[in-house]
């Protein structure tokens, strides 16, 4: 018999943990509520093509992609099968043949015309190839057919089997499971990487429906393929609210506020509310001569954190970026100040850049805005090195980390102007937050913040000795969950001790005890197992004492 097991980066959550993770739940949700975000859920998969392009190429590979159903690994070894036999290795010789036709006047005969043909007659068109497929590999074949699949007509293309010159099963099999035309085939969807993208999705296809700005909250798991480590999972939940419809720096400002909030909710005190600006960035890459290649830059940053300062240097080295520009670079981004002196100084630096102009304003707008709320935005520290990896942002960026855990950042998010446009609906700014509920359950189980009324999941449990005071119980059951009292009556007959272990192992604050005295009396025995004191009540007291 098998052993039962998890897949890695998954957990279960019994009673216990479930309702520390509902309090945390409750208390983000209230306070989404209280800023005016309505509920949302989408699928937990979603269509690949909504998810890819979204994340940056490193997301995009953290993607759990879902096999289509159906027998496609049994059709593909016949297909092996009958190509070893040869009907099928001449068959998808004449179609490689026929195509190439279509591209010159004449076409090769055989399989050794086919290798003169790749040699001499198409060098003038491999020559032709954008450097961009360059990466494929030093195989001509490969690069020809990634170049020509991309750029010629596909409707022609999907008849065309997979290097069908090639003689062996291994090298077929490598070059089917490699190729992102068969992945498309055997998988058109993916479980969603985050909730932004799906609520982008959701907007677009629903925005003749809902109210523009429009506030929305979401509180569901996604998963990333990522290698499990503390902190970090690989299905979690994420609870976001994000704003779309309005690019009112107000939202980010409000942004700051509930997160402060939750934080309070939640009984942590010690944190850090880190911001910066995508703008800002941009006008670092202008002042490191690398407008055309911003992407790259603002991922390598993003690790600053991880991998440090000399990493970083070496993999933007390896993108073409000049070691005299990098030092520019990081005289910046390792100054140290105040806000102000931080604004001061990046005013300097970014005297030609419109785009670091326009960051530093919006940011500094902000600061207006919490003022003007009355809040002195003591936790905000402006952050030039802050740069999130996700692709998508366009304006400020957020990131929260509690200051005296080592754990990575259990908030984070920013502005994005271009996320609906990549659906067809242009000219939509939106802007969120999400908190990460794992990172924030294994922070507060550390800092000991869990209080002890989390665990209690009723306040009252009934125990009784017999028939006649077990019937005598049900109607006090009845009486108190009608006043919305949470009450447990015990299941069986059984020694009272054994009854007053479960109330205790389970937290149940308060036990009621029915013998015959008490059914003929009405006084029944009431006792806070927390105390251990005990007395007699009416049923009518005891519902006054617990609705205090």
């Given at each position: 018999?098998?052993?039962?097991?998890?897949?890695?980066?998954?957990?279960?959550?019994?009673?216990?943990?479930?309702a520390?993770?509902?309090f945390?739940?409750?208390?983000?949700?209230?306070?989404?509520?209280?800023?005016?975000?309505?509920?949302?859920?989408?699928?937990?998969?979603?269509?690949?093509?909504?998810?890819?392009?979204?994340?940056?190429?490193?997301?995009?590979?953290?993607?759990?992609?879902?096999?289509n159903?159906?027998?496609?690994?049994?059709?593909?070894?016949?297909?092996?099968?009958?190509?070893?036999?040869?009907?099928?290795?001449?068959?998808?010789?004449?179609?490689?043949?026929d195509?190439?036709?279509?591209?010159?006047p004449?076409a090769?005969?055989?399989?050794?015309?086919?290798?003169?043909?790749?040699?001499?007659?198409l060098?003038?068109?491999?020559?032709?190839?954008?450097?961009?497929?360059?990466?494929?590999?030093?195989?001509k074949?490969?690069?020809?057919?990634?170049?020509?699949?991309?750029?010629?007509?596909?409707?022609?293309?999907?008849?065309?089997?997979?290097?069908?010159?090639?003689?062996?099963?291994?090298?077929?099999?490598?070059?089917?499971?490699?190729?992102?035309?068969?992945?498309?085939?055997?998988?058109?969807?993916?479980?969603?990487?985050?909730?932004?993208?799906?609520?982008?999705?959701?907007?677009?296809?629903?925005r003749?429906?809902?109210?523009?700005?429009?506030?929305?909250?979401?509180?569901?798991?996604?998963?990333?393929?990522?290698?499990?480590?503390?902190?970090?999972?690989?299905?979690?939940?994420?609870?976001?609210?994000?704003?779309?419809?309005?690019?009112?720096?107000?939202?980010?400002?409000?942004?700051?506020?509930?997160?402060?909030?939750?934080?309070?909710?939640?009984?942590?005190?010690?944190?850090?509310?880190?911001?910066?600006?995508?703008?800002?960035?941009?006008?670092?890459?202008?002042?490191?001569?690398?407008?055309?290649?911003?992407?790259?830059?603002?991922?390598?940053?993003?690790?600053?954190?991880?991998?440090?300062?000399?990493?970083?240097?070496?993999?933007?080295?390896?993108?073409?970026?000049?070691?005299?520009?990098?030092?520019t670079?990081?005289?910046?981004l390792?100054?140290k100040?105040?806000?102000?002196?931080?604004?001061?100084?990046?005013?300097?630096?970014?005297?030609n850049?419109?785009?670091?102009?326009?960051?530093?304003?919006?940011?500094?707008?902000?600061?207006?805005?919490?003022?003007?709320?009355?809040?002195?935005?003591?936790?905000?520290?402006?952050?030039?090195?802050?740069?999130r990896?996700?692709?998508?942002?366009?304006?400020?960026?957020?990131?929260?980390?509690?200051?005296?855990?080592?754990?990575?950042?259990?908030?984070?998010?920013?502005?994005?102007?271009?996320?609906?446009?990549?659906?067809g609906?242009?000219?939509v700014?939106?802007?969120g937050?999400?908190?990460?509920?794992?990172?924030?359950y294994?922070?507060?189980?550390?800092?000991?913040?869990?209080?002890?009324?989390?665990?209690?999941?009723?306040?009252?449990?009934?125990?009784y000795?017999?028939?006649?005071?077990?019937?005598?119980?049900?109607?006090?059951?009845?009486?108190?969950?009608?006043?919305?009292?949470?009450?447990?009556?015990?299941?069986?007959?059984?020694k009272?001790?054994?009854?007053?272990d479960?109330?205790?192992?389970?937290?149940?604050?308060?036990?009621?005890?029915?013998?015959?005295?008490?059914?003929?009396?009405?006084?029944?025995?009431?006792?806070?197992?927390?105390?251990g004191?005990?007395?007699?009540?009416?049923?009518?007291?005891?519902?006054?004492d617990?609705?205090?």
């Amino acid at each position: 018999m098998e052993k039962p097991s998890l897949p890695k980066g998954t957990r279960d959550f019994g009673p216990a943990q479930m309702a520390k993770r509902q309090f945390i739940l409750d208390r983000i949700k209230k306070v989404f509520q209280k800023y005016g975000f309505q509920p949302l859920e989408t699928p937990a998969m979603e269509n690949l093509s909504t998810l890819t392009g979204k994340y940056g190429d490193e997301g995009d590979q953290l993607l759990f992609k879902i096999l289509n159903s159906g027998d496609f690994i049994e059709e593909l070894t016949g297909r092996i099968e009958d190509f070893n036999s040869g009907e099928l290795k001449e068959k998808g010789k004449r179609i490689f043949f026929d195509f190439v036709a279509s591209l010159r006047p004449k076409a090769p005969e055989t399989v050794n015309e086919l290798d003169m043909f790749i040699n001499k007659e198409l060098a003038a068109l491999l020559k032709s190839i954008p450097q961009e497929y360059e990466f494929i590999g030093n195989s001509k074949l490969e690069l020809l057919n990634v170049f020509i699949e991309r750029e010629f007509d596909q409707d022609k293309l999907k008849i065309i089997f997979d290097d069908v010159y090639k003689y062996s099963e291994n090298e077929i099999l490598s070059s089917l499971f490699a190729s992102k035309r068969v992945v498309r085939e055997i998988s058109e969807k993916g479980l969603r990487y985050d909730l932004t993208v799906p609520f982008a999705r959701y907007v677009v296809m629903n925005r003749h429906e809902i109210t523009f700005p429009f506030k929305r909250y979401q509180i569901q798991p996604v998963w990333r393929a990522d290698r499990p480590q503390k902190g970090r999972y690989r299905e979690f939940y994420q609870c976001d609210a994000d704003v779309v419809g309005t690019d009112s720096l107000l939202c980010e400002a409000e942004i700051v506020l509930m997160i402060k909030e939750v934080f309070k909710a939640l009984g942590i005190l010690d944190y850090t509310i880190k911001i910066n600006h995508r703008g800002i960035l941009s006008g670092l890459a202008e002042i490191c001569q690398a407008k055309e290649n911003e992407t790259s830059l603002f991922m390598a940053i993003d690790k600053l954190d991880k991998i440090g300062e000399e990493k970083v240097k070496e993999e933007l080295i390896g993108r073409g970026f000049q070691p005299e520009s990098l030092t520019t670079l990081f005289q910046i981004l390792n100054f140290k100040g105040n806000t102000q002196q931080k604004i001061e100084f990046l005013s300097n630096q970014f005297s030609n850049s419109e785009k670091g102009k326009k960051g530093l304003a919006d940011f500094q707008e902000v600061l207006t805005l919490l003022n003007g709320y009355g809040d002195d935005a003591s936790p905000v520290e402006f952050d030039i090195s802050l740069a999130r990896g996700l692709s998508y942002y366009t304006g400020c960026i957020f990131e929260v980390k509690i200051n005296n855990v080592a754990i990575g950042s259990v908030s984070g998010g920013g502005r994005y102007d271009n996320l609906t446009g990549s659906f067809g609906l242009e000219g939509v700014s939106g802007i969120g937050i999400s908190f990460g509920v794992d990172r924030l359950y294994d922070s507060m189980e550390e800092l000991k913040l869990f209080p002890d009324a989390t665990m209690i999941s009723s306040t009252v449990m009934i125990c009784y000795f017999d028939s006649e005071t077990q019937h005598y119980a049900l109607k006090v059951a009845s009486t108190l969950r009608e006043k919305n009292i949470a009450t447990e009556v015990y299941p069986a007959v059984a020694k009272l001790k054994k009854q007053l272990d479960y109330a205790n192992k389970k937290a149940i604050p308060y036990v009621i005890v029915i013998g015959s005295d008490e059914v003929k009396s009405g006084q029944l025995t009431f006792k806070n197992m927390q105390t251990g004191d005990q007395g007699k009540k009416t049923l009518q007291e005891i519902i006054a004492d617990l609705s205090i």
